[in-house]
T-cell receptor, first 112, second 114 residues
């Protein structure tokens, strides 16, 4: 099993550009989430999904879109990148509500 | 609303010292789950433990132990005889049955010096 796979690992964007961070898991997990990690702020929840076709907002959803067309994939779209979105992004999945999340290796995004 | 507070931003100890990382949580739900994760300097997030709200038994795993006290809404993590390899950022997290959101504290950076 590959676990949770995130691509790309690094990305530099110009302000105003759009892009999609990819996340895929092969563990048949229903729950998936996106987090951003900034110094001193821990991990903040952006969006999450409890199954294919179901998504909801987390703590910091503005400027990001998600969709969940399959159980395996949960892409995160930045609509118009801003320097404030410079961060490390983690995708995670879990089998059930009571289970711990398995995290991907992260995407380091810089917006200039 | 859910909230997790890790008041200790950074802790430094010398190898073989014991160290306790504090975690205080807030929730109105009666069914919830508490987690600890480790983030070593390499950056990945490693799951350490899960505890549900109905199980207040403390847990020990090697040099690691966890103390869950509902009366004080705390889920503290103790490393006994710390080692340099324990140097990492440690996150406490809370997930409630009714919200499906896993919310993290801001983390505690532990530095263990030889």
């Amino acid at each position: 099993n590959a676990g949770v796979t995130q691509t790309p690992k690094f990305q530099v964007l110009k302000t105003g550009q759009s892009m999609t961070l990819q996340c895929a898991q092969d563990m048949n997990h229903e729950y998936m989430s996106w987090y951003r990690q900034d110094p001193g702020m821990g991990l903040r929840l952006i969006h999450y999904s409890v199954g294919a076709g179901i998504t909801d907002q987390g703590e910091v959803p503005n400027g990001y879109n998600v969709s969940r067309s399959t159980t395996e994939d949960f892409p995160l779209r930045l609509l118009s990148a801003a320097p404030s979105q410079t961060s490390v992004y983690f995708c995670a999945s879990s089998y059930g509500r009571a289970q711990g999340y398995t995290f991907g290796s992260g995407t380091r995004l810089t917006v200039v | 609303a859910q909230k997790v507070t890790q008041a200790q931003t950074e802790i430094s100890v010398v190898e073989k010292e014991d160290v306790t990382l504090d975690c205080v949580y807030e929730t109105r739900d009666t069914t919830y789950y508490l987690f600890w994760y480790k983030q070593p300097p390499s950056g990945e997030l490693v799951f350490l433990i899960r505890r549900n709200s109905f199980d207040e038994q403390n847990e020990i795993s090697g040099r690691y132990s966890w103390n869950f006290q509902k009366s004080t809404s705390s889920f503290n993590f103790t490393i006994t005889a710390s080692q340099v390899v324990d140097s990492a950022v440690y996150f406490c997290a809370l997930r409630t049955y009714n919200t499906d959101k896993l919310i993290f504290g801001t983390g505690t950076r532990l530095q263990v010096f030889p």
